[in-house]
């Protein structure tokens, strides 16, 4: 890694006004962070009274290239990574997302007093991560779905190893507790003393779980590993989308801590984060519609909304409901922005106006009409073709049209891709008016600021923390969690989080990382039973180092590539798992590269902008969960994973942004698609 890691952030892409962030897509601006209501108030106390972690759960992603190419998550909620020279570095490997660690000192009434830097007092990190998913269990489906999708029980992975201790000998992938301190330390990553590791099956089969360094300001970065999958013994072929044995992968997570002794000696331990190290985004510059961020914010609003007020004013900036009525463009507007970037990684998305009956979201025209108070039967049109996550009859052919956590029961509405019930309660109170039109002040503030490419230095000071935090979350997958993209459904458990301090994963304080329910895994010893009853060992509680990656697959590439599609009686639409994260119906670079000519016709160029191919071409297997090629596609992701391609936004030629089937300003291509010659 070199002394300064670029932070790639788009230039042409932010923009900044007085009560909103915006990004531009589709021709379209994004509004996506409110300004702080008390960013402009003077901060009259100065005392620093606590110091937090941002963001309060962090993201690395693996990729084998070296370290020299890595370059950090997003930080500015909206700003998606841009790496010098493309995701890839000029051969088949991925390059790796390191997350950043801030920290920020607190008054006792929750402003911030300022950024805490290696300047400022002595900061002594401390990271401990582990992978313990071959001590824990296989995946049949979630478990907080309600009675008419009963959770499934799944089998303990690896029974052949039985005893607590044989299994956190052999099992577990311990990194221990790491310090590191300084500025502009380990910038390389070669000093063995910052390295993450355990091993795992054998004492001498060392697995590299990452590596920490800091930046010029002494601020803590995470840097992931490899991607590596491997089988410890041999002629082990991959058999589960989920549970394999004898199999490790190098995913992890765990704690952040930091001691800060401040220039006048006084010493504080600063709240503890969360570093979470998964898989690539294969869609950097789409976001999900649900993503992990809403999830969790929405699960901390039902917490804390019968919460009295003596008990929520102990609460650090609780979450809560947008207040109507509504921003149009700050609260309502982002659900229809997310809805016009599926059209660039699905099919069924890309030609929904025929078969959804109503027009595309990406229309500037069509968001003025749907911003506008009078046009109550278009709201009503519009607001029907969404799926009520609340409906107990089964909704098909709605939107968002994805798979839900559900889909092992036919019938069921969870079938079907549920959406937050905040998200629909947005919805529900754009359909019945309760909002503003601030829709045209929005556009005439873009045109004015779109050219300013801000740093999360340059928010207001108040804004800094939520922002990491938001930023940090949003490119993941928050939904259909079956199990997921990157973390799961356990997520969406408030049981986890520390009441007091929002977004903060409890820690806790197990002896042993290893946690054995038994032969099998159910609602009944996983989830609690009563509003009390969760108990310091609970699985869905305070959390331990590796326990929230455990939930996923063993190894990871099985489970992300066998969930792309699945095709039922009907010939179409095809319905579709991740496409923000893993993308199933794409424009390749071939397609774009014959848009751009300028010595083809306009008729063949605006043919070539409505191909698509399908993104896992030449990886996936071929069906469901049942037959032969599906398990050889199983088998081949763990080998061609760094192959496929990233799908980013590129300009379209301004010949054809204007005139008859005119293309929108920026198209979402396929690009440093590898061989898949395995």
């Known amino acids: 890694m070199n002394k300064n890691i670029p932070l790639n952030r788009s230039k042409r892409d932010f923009l900044a006004a007085t009560a909103h ?20 108030q003077k901060v009259l106390d100065q005392e620093i009274s606590y110091i937090g972690i941002y963001p309060p759960i962090g993201i690395s992603r693996v990729g084998s290239a070296s370290v020299e190419h890595a370059f950090y998550a997003p930080e500015v909620p909206g700003i998606s990574p841009e790496p010098v020279d493309g995701f890839k570095d000029g051969t088949s490997k991925i390059k790796k997302q390191a997350q950043r660690f801030y920290l920020y000192g607190f008054n006792q009434s929750g402003q911030v007093v300022k950024e805490i830097t290696a300047d400022d007092a002595q900061i002594e990190w401390k990271v401990r991560v582990a992978n313990t998913k071959a001590a824990w269990y296989g995946f049949n489906n979630p478990f907080n779905l309600g009675p008419d999708v009963p959770g499934i029980p799944a089998k303990l992975r690896n029974q052949g190893v039985r005893s607590v201790t044989e299994r956190e000998k052999r099992l ?29 099956w054998r004492e001498d089969l060392k697995v590299s ?13 995470v840097l992931p590993a490899d991607g590596i999958s491997s089988p410890v013994i041999p002629n082990n072929p991959i058999v589960d989308f989920t549970k394999n044995d004898a199999w490790y992968d190098d995913w992890c997570d765990g704690t952040v801590n930091a001691s800060i002794t401040l220039r006048n000696g006084k010493r504080i331990q600063a709240l503890p984060a969360w570093v979470v190290c998964c898989g690539p985004d294969y869609a950097p510059d789409i976001t999900p519609f649900t993503s992990m961020y809403d999830s969790i914010q929405n ?3 039902k917490k804390y909304e019968n919460w009295d007020e003596t008990a929520l004013s102990k609460v650090v900036q ?6 109507l009525p509504l921003s149009f463009s700050r609260d309502i507007y982002p659900l229809f922005h997310r809805m016009a970037q599926m059209e660039w990684v699905s099919s069924a998305a890309q030609l929904q106006t025929g078969w959804i009956d109503i027009p595309n979201f990406s229309d500037q025209t069509f968001i003025g009409q749907l911003a506008k108070k009078d046009q109550k039967d278009l709201r009503q049109k519009v607001f029907s073709a969404f799926r009520n996550p609340r409906a107990k009859d089964e909704e098909k052919y709605r939107l968002p049209f994805m798979l839900g956590g559900g889909v092992d029961f036919e019938g069921v509405n969870a079938h079907w891709f549920q959406m937050t019930s905040l998200q629909y309660w947005i919805l529900t109170q754009w359909n019945e008016g309760n909002y503003v039109d601030d829709w045209q002040q929005f556009l005439s503030q873009n045109n004015v600021r779109q050219n300013q490419s801000p740093k999360i230095s340059d928010l207001p000071l108040q804004d800094q923390p939520a922002a990491l935090t938001r930023a940090a979350l949003e490119p993941l997958s928050g939904g259909n969690f079956h199990p997921g993209v990157e973390l799961t459904w356990i997520l969406e458990r408030p049981e986890l989080f520390d009441d007091l301090h929002p977004f903060r994963i409890a820690v806790g304080n197990r002896t042993s990382l290893v946690q054995n329910l038994g032969p099998l895994i159910t609602p009944q010893n996983t989830l609690p039973q009563s509003a009390d009853s969760t108990p310091q060992q609970s699985p869905i509680g305070p959390q331990m180092p590796g326990d929230l990656t455990r939930w996923m697959g063993l190894p990871w590439q099985p489970d992300a590539f066998s969930c792309q599609s699945v095709n039922y009686p009907q010939d179409y639409p095809t319905v579709v798992w991740w496409p923000a994260n893993l993308p199933v119906d794409v424009l390749p670079e071939f397609a774009y590269q ?3 000519r300028e010595d083809l016709t306009r008729e063949e160029r605006l043919k070539f902008a409505s191909v698509r191919a399908a993104w896992s071409r030449g990886a996936a297997g071929i069906g469901y ?16 994973w760094e192959r496929l391609g990233f799908v980013v936004k590129k300009p ?12 929108p300003d920026f198209l979402y291509v396929e690009t440093e698609r590898g061989s898949m010659d395995i």
């Open 652 to 663: 379209t030629p301004k010949s054809l942004t204007t005139g008859p089937g005119a293309l």
């Open 172 to 200: 577990i992938i311990d990194s221990g507790v790491i310090g590191i301190e300084g500025k502009s330390i380990n910038r390389s990553a070669q000093a063995q003393q910052y390295k993450l590791s355990g091993h795992f």
């Open 318 to 323: 609780p979450p809560k409901k947008p207040a």
């Open 594 to 596: 014959r848009i751009i």
């Open 625 to 640: 969960h049942a037959n032969g090629s599906y398990f050889d596609g199983l088998n081949r992701a763990i080998y061609l």
């Open 209 to 221: 779980l990452g590596d920490l360094a800091t930046d010029e300001a002494g601020r803590l970065i």
């Open 21 to 40: 962030l915006g990004l531009l897509s589709c021709s379209l601006p994004l509004p996506v962070l409110a300004a702080s209501a008390r960013a402009g």
């Open 299 to 301: 699960n901390l609003v």
